[in-house]
């Protein structure tokens, strides 16, 4: 459902943030961010000068390496345009990541390591939606391969992560009930319909 008209505007900012992920071959996972900033008028910029409309004032872009487990096991970071000359220099420190595991406190890890004067703003917020880029990325693919539906999470012998996560995984909705009865808790009621 496309959203509702606005009123009259005019576009000024464009962010636009691409992730990817992608299988190695020799058995690891690279989850990629690109990200950019660019406006719809020219302005100038005391490092870089004159801004042509169009021109990313941000481009940031992350590679997080992880293994089948969520460890990280490599982090690229690098700034290919920045409203100042030192933005580049901070990138070597998100290799400080190595080891993290993706999931629970993920955020608050992040933060730690490289929020703040620790890192560049821009590229620690490409992080924090890579955990689930990552899911997305491994979890259907698994499931694929065991020639089960990308929701069928039911078979699992140990409760699936997904459970509790959104409005439709609650474990009180139909999906679970449908993908996976094991760990349905909602009403057990069934709706009939009274034929006479």
């Given at each position: 459902?496309?959203?509702?008209?606005?009123?009259?505007?005019?576009?000024?900012?464009?962010?636009?943030?691409?992730?990817r992920?992608f299988?190695?071959?020799?058995?690891?996972?690279?989850i990629?961010?690109?990200?950019?900033?660019?406006?719809?008028?020219?302005f100038?910029?005391?490092?870089?000068?004159?801004?042509?409309?169009?021109?990313?004032?941000?481009?940031?872009?992350?590679?997080?390496?992880?293994?089948?487990?969520?460890?990280?096991?490599?982090?690229?970071?690098?700034?290919?345009?920045?409203?100042?000359?030192?933005?580049?220099?901070?990138?070597?420190?998100?290799?400080?990541?190595?080891?993290?595991?993706?999931?629970?406190?993920?955020?608050?890890?992040?933060?730690m390591?490289?929020?703040?004067?620790?890192?560049?703003?821009?590229?620690?917020?490409?992080?924090?939606?890579?955990?689930?880029?990552?899911?997305?990325?491994?979890?259907?693919?698994?499931?694929?391969?065991?020639?089960?539906?990308?929701?069928?999470?039911?078979?699992?012998?140990?409760?699936?992560a997904?459970?509790?996560?959104?409005?439709a995984?609650s474990?009180?909705?139909r999906?679970?009930?449908?993908?996976?009865?094991?760990y349905?808790?909602?009403?057990?009621?069934?709706?009939t319909?009274?034929?006479?």
């Amino acid at each position: 459902m496309p959203l509702p008209e606005p009123t009259a505007r005019r576009h000024i900012h464009t962010r636009a943030i691409h992730y990817r992920g992608f299988e190695r071959e020799d058995g690891l996972w690279d989850i990629e961010a690109h990200m950019t900033d660019t406006k719809t008028y020219s302005f100038r910029n005391d490092w870089r000068g004159e801004m042509a409309i169009g021109e990313p004032l941000h481009e940031m872009l992350l590679r997080v390496t992880i293994d089948d487990g969520f460890i990280i096991r490599n982090v690229i970071a690098a700034t290919d345009h920045s409203p100042f000359e030192m933005c580049p220099e901070i990138t070597p420190v998100y290799n400080s990541l190595v080891g993290i595991k993706m999931g629970l406190g993920w955020r608050k890890a992040i933060r730690m390591k490289v929020g703040g004067v620790d890192g560049c703003t821009h590229l620690t917020e490409l992080l924090f939606p890579m955990a689930t880029v990552a899911m997305q990325t491994i979890w259907p693919l698994m499931s694929h391969r065991k020639n089960q539906s990308d929701s069928n999470v039911g078979d699992s012998k140990k409760r699936p992560a997904v459970l509790d996560t959104c409005h439709a995984w609650s474990t009180e909705s139909r999906v679970v009930k449908e993908n996976a009865p094991k760990y349905y808790t909602g009403p057990d009621k069934i709706d009939t319909v009274d034929i006479d």
